[in-house]
């Protein structure tokens, strides 16, 4: 592929190309602002029960596994920092663990059974009734992410979901015991940057709970 000269290439600040991207720019930020508005009015009672039986989870001895793909394995990671390591103020270490970042395991069950079972597996080894299973897609559809929600369900787990588009085939697995949170988009991207304040919100509940 050969790329078009930019910028750098010919050393001349292009003001055209400068207010072009600037309004790319402004254009991300306006629909992240749009659907974060949006989300504000549906989704804040549900994290708030996310929240609660997060709490709950943790204080009775159980833990909490996240997984998804890509940015949301990302994201994964990053929440189960959050909770290990510290949200915003100090307190005790919180049981988390991401599933996403044990390479052999990874790469062990994708070679041998299928890349749709990477998580499922580490569920069905490492969870327990009481725990809680994190499940982020943002189509809803990862059939990876799929797998791991129907064997906790089986195990008695609870499921937080985080989803967008409409919440795709994870949204007809879960029931009244689990906890939906669905961006009111379509665009992955957007659906990413909701998700990222609804982590962020998980987190200081929980810290709230246990330290207010
Ligand atoms: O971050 C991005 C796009 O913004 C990508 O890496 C994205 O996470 C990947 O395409 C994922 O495989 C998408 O999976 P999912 O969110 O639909 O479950
Ligand atoms: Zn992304």
Redesign the pocket.
Known sequence: MQYRPTLAHNNVMNKETIERLSSRTSQHFLDSIAVKQEAEKILPEFVARGIVAMTDCLQAGGKIMVC?????AADAQHFAAELIGRFERERQELAAIALTTDTSILTAVGNDYSYEEIFSKQVRGLGKKGDILMGI???G??KN?VKAIEAAKKMGMKVIALTGNGGGKIATLLDENDIHLCAPSTR??RI?ETHLVLLHSLCDGVDHLLLD
């Open positions: 998804g793909n890509g940015g949301s897609s943002t189509s559809n990862s992410v992955t991207a990413q």
